[in-house]
């Protein structure tokens, strides 16, 4: 057995006293079982959590009001506090509307840039991408040398996406749908010429004066037919989506209309087929033209669940029965599954591995690749662990 890593050993030993999650119901044949970390907190509606780029046992929490939360544990005690509190910015009324993403430069600690998508009222219901840095290596963020980079009108209340992360080029890729209602009445997952719809990719560090460059791969750079910020469209809302650590691929949920949910790999230029398709499936129409369209890797009806959450490829040591399994869940039924990622041409089937009552927001992995899973209506995060044999 090898020794742990030292970040292993601090998660161990001090961030997380361990509690079992009495409202996991693990099927006969799985290998997991979820652990209660910071039991002594709750938070209020939490959407993301991220482990600091600087220190392995600092965290951040993401609440969908517009309050992140810097959560420390030290000599055997979690505390938090307040890292930024943006609510007097934050429009959050709508179900889907609020504080919805984070992201840290990928040369954070040089220059300590962090990144916040939400939606504001501005004096519509618009969705927000903005730069802020952290005078102090992570304690707090200035909240009031805020640079808006990017602004999206948002025709209805739902279908937000909001999601942000660096990829491993260094670039900043963010979430947006169809711009909400139902059945995309104004057409934008098939029409490049808007961000609704989307998965994009940016330049954030070099704009040529510009809030933000544009990579000069990304499909339209320099040509016609659709926005040069555009990585991949065809999207319903994209809820929340990972890079696997260890190939670089791009694994995203998105959220299905009312009878199919999807998970994707996504490519350069690729079409994922809303409002033509949901899931694998024409929409609204018993045949249907699929060429050019990306099929999802997997799929579940509405029997299963009515909103999919993205998760990550699993990379950890904690549940070996996991390693390389894109671990995934539904936001109504509390339902977890893994699917084996393979190659994103060839991934495994998925199957079941928990049955929770959770409301489920959101995924997170550390730096081990150990996932974690948040409760959006609890306020509770727990970690994924191996079950003890019966």
């Not at 161990?12 to 039991?39: G, I, K, M, N």
């Not at 519509?124 to 009031?144: C, E, K």
Request: glycine share 12%.
């Amino acid at each position: 057995m090898k020794p742990l890593t030292l970040a292993a050993t601090v998660l161990a030993l001090l961030a997380f006293s361990q509690v079992p999650a009495a409202c996991a119901q693990t099927p006969e044949d799985s290998p997991v079982t979820l652990d209660r970390v910071f039991p002594e907190l709750k938070f209020e509606r939490p959407v993301a959590l991220i482990q600091s780029p600087t220190a392995d046992a600092t965290w951040y929490v993401v609440e969908q009001r517009g309050v992140v939360w810097r959560v420390e544990a030290s000599r055997g005690k979690t505390d938090k506090t307040v890292f930024a509190d943006i609510r007097g910015r934050v429009e959050d009324g709508p179900n889907e509307a609020g504080l919805l993403g984070m992201a840290f430069h990928p040369n954070f600690a040089r220059n300590g840039e962090v990144f916040l998508s939400y939606t504001t009222d501005a004096p519509g219901l618009t969705s927000r991408i903005a730069r802020y840095r952290s005078p102090d290596a992570g304690t707090t963020l200035d909240v009031g040398g805020e640079e808006v980079l990017l602004e999206l009108e948002q025709p209805f209340g739902n279908h937000n996406g909001g999601h942000i992360a660096f990829g491993p080029d260094g670039y900043l890729y963010a979430g947006f749908g169809d711009g909400g209602a139902g059945g995309d009445p104004h057409g934008n997952g098939q029409d490049p010429m808007t961000l609704l719809g989307t998965i994009l990719r940016l330049d954030i560090d070099d704009g040529n004066g510009e809030s933000y460059g544009i990579p000069p791969d990304n499909p339209f750079a320099g040509k016609s037919g659709g926005r040069p910020e555009i990585h991949a469209w065809g999207l319903r809302n994209p809820w929340r989506f990972a890079f696997d650590p260890e190939t670089g691929a791009l694994w995203a949920a998105d959220v299905g209309q009312n009878q199919w949910e999807e998970v994707d790999v996504i490519r350069r230029a690729g079409n994922y087929g809303w409002n033509i398709r949901e899931g694998a499936h024409c929409y609204r129409a018993g045949d249907c033209a699929t060429d050019g369209l990306i099929d999802p890797v997997a799929e579940y009806s509405h029997r299963d669940g009515c909103s999919i959450t993205g998760g990550h490829v699993y990379r950890g040591k904690t549940v070996p029965a996991l390693d390389g399994h894109y671990v995934y869940g539904d936001y109504c039924s509390g339902r977890i599954w893994a699917m084996p990622a393979g190659t994103p041409d060839r991934p495994g089937a998925p199957r079941l591995i928990l049955d929770t009552d959770l409301a489920i927001s959101s995924f997170a992995q550390d730096r081990e690749g150990e996932v974690y899973v948040i409760d959006h209506d609890d306020g509770a995060i727990y970690r994924l662990a191996m079950r003890e044999p019966s």
